[in-house]
């Protein structure tokens, strides 16, 4: 620098004291900056719903595709409409007024059968609990018996994998009461084995107990297997809460009385539940 003129030192010197004093206000910014990138991601993805599992992306390239078989197999369209949803019960409260759209519901629990061809195409997975006392899949003469212990992302992705998904909990609602508010999904009579799978050490056939299908078709909505929905699991006069449990419906065959069984009935569980009393089916928005 010596070699150079009188300004033109002069002009390095104050470059050089730019870039120092650059430097030290980086340095001294640098763990304020991370903090508020913790404290930004927090604000856009609460702690609560980390709880979740992320969902398994899919690879085209790499999985097969759903045979044409289970593609077609038929469902159940039920039309847009309102309903007066819940009940006088604590977690069933307040009664409001709701209004779903048309959608196509499956007329049976997803079965182990079903659940198996998700699997042998490499898109969904079994965990080890599902093979434990309790749990249908890996037993043989329960091919047609509700695929139980199954979280959640399991029961999604089994649902994606078909083009469908899980049905919301007021869709869910709507199938089971319909504008006539019934009380059971067959109406008012009260359930008896003919209807419904209840008050039993294990899951039914799906299917079986046409006397308890909807009028529109819909079978087993009350008993066999708790049904996993879309829906987070939040009080009717808190909608869109923060919740890391997920809504079920219908009831088991644990159930032991009638009130276990009603169409209002709902519960809430961790996305990462499995058990021998949850299953689900799917659905999927109405053409």
């Known amino acids: ?169 007021e869709e869910w609602e709507w199938a089971a009461r319909g504008t006539a508010g019934r009380i059971h999904p067959w109406g008012s009579a009260p359930p008896d084995e003919t209807r419904a799978c209840f008050g039993r050490d294990g899951t039914c056939s799906v299917g079986e107990r046409s006397a308890g299908a909807t009028p529109e078709g819909v079978r087993d909505l009350a008993g066999n297997v708790w049904e996993w929905t879309a829906s987070p699991y939040c009080p009717y006069d808190k909608p869109g809460c923060e919740s890391s449990q997920r809504a079920v419906r219908g009831g088991s065959y644990t159930a032991k009385d009638a009130s276990r069984l009603r169409g209002a009935l709902r519960s809430g569980h961790v996305v990462t539940l499995r058990e021998r009393y949850l299953g689900f089916r799917c659905a999927k928005d109405a053409r």
């Open 1 to 169: 620098m010596t070699d150079l003129p009188g300004d033109e030192q002069a002009s390095a010197r104050s470059a050089q004291r730019g870039r120092a004093v650059r430097g030290m206000v980086l340095t001294l910014a640098a763990p304020f900056a991370l903090i508020a990138i913790i404290l930004g991601g927090r604000i856009a993805m609460p702690v609560k719903e980390m709880k979740l599992a992320p969902l398994v992306p899919f690879e085209p390239a790499r999985y097969e595709a759903a045979p044409p078989a289970m593609l077609e197999k038929p469902m159940v369209t039920l039309p847009a409409g309102s309903f007066s949803m819940g009940s006088a019960e604590k977690a069933e409260s307040p009664v409001h007024v709701v209004t779903v759209g048309s959608f196509a519901l499956d007329p049976d629990e997803v079965t182990v059968a079903d659940y198996r061809a998700c699997v042998d195409a490499n898109r969904c997975t079994v965990d080890p609990h599902a093979s434990s006392p309790g749990c249908n899949y890996g037993s043989p003469e329960r091919e047609r018996h509700p695929m139980n212990c199954v979280d959640w992302n399991e029961a999604e992705i089994h649902c994606r994998w078909l083009g469908k998904r899980l049905p919301t909990e």
